[in-house]
């Protein structure tokens, strides 16, 4: 499941999405993400930095979705519509999870998800 959903397009340009990817837990650990930052590219082009604080339980050798809110500025959507243009879109999304396990301290796992923009518009 991929999916993208816009949530706001305001006057001054700025477009407000939600993100939905799949995360997969290889673990049998179910697990609390705490936080997550990351950085989004576009053809190997980084578009935009952002974290989420919102907490996610994630079940060991499942699938999970992980939600990321994605605020794109009207300044960097130019360069965002240059990209789109092109074909075979690949996006890339270098995640830094910070992580509860049981009663340890706050763990960060990287993670690298990436997919194609018709993937995301595609596949659920």
Do not use: C, W
Request: aromatic content about 8%; hydrophobic content about 45%.
């Amino acid at each position: 499941y991929n999916d993208l959903k816009i949530n706001d397009i305001k006057n001054n340009g700025d477009i407000d999405v939600d993100l939905f990817l799949n995360f997969i837990n290889p673990s049998h650990i179910s697990l609390t993400i705490k936080e997550q930052t990351y950085s989004i590219f576009l053809n190997n082009i980084k578009i935009i930095d952002a974290k989420n604080l919102t907490s996610e339980k994630i079940k060991g050798t499942e699938i999970s979705i992980i939600k990321m809110n994605v605020l794109f500025t009207h300044m960097q959507n130019s360069d965002i519509i240059k990209i789109l243009n092109s074909n075979n879109v690949v996006v890339t999304v270098n995640i830094l999870l910070k992580v509860k396990l049981l009663f340890l301290p706050l763990i960060t796992v990287p993670y690298i998800y990436k997919t194609t923009l018709k993937d995301l518009f595609n596949q659920k």
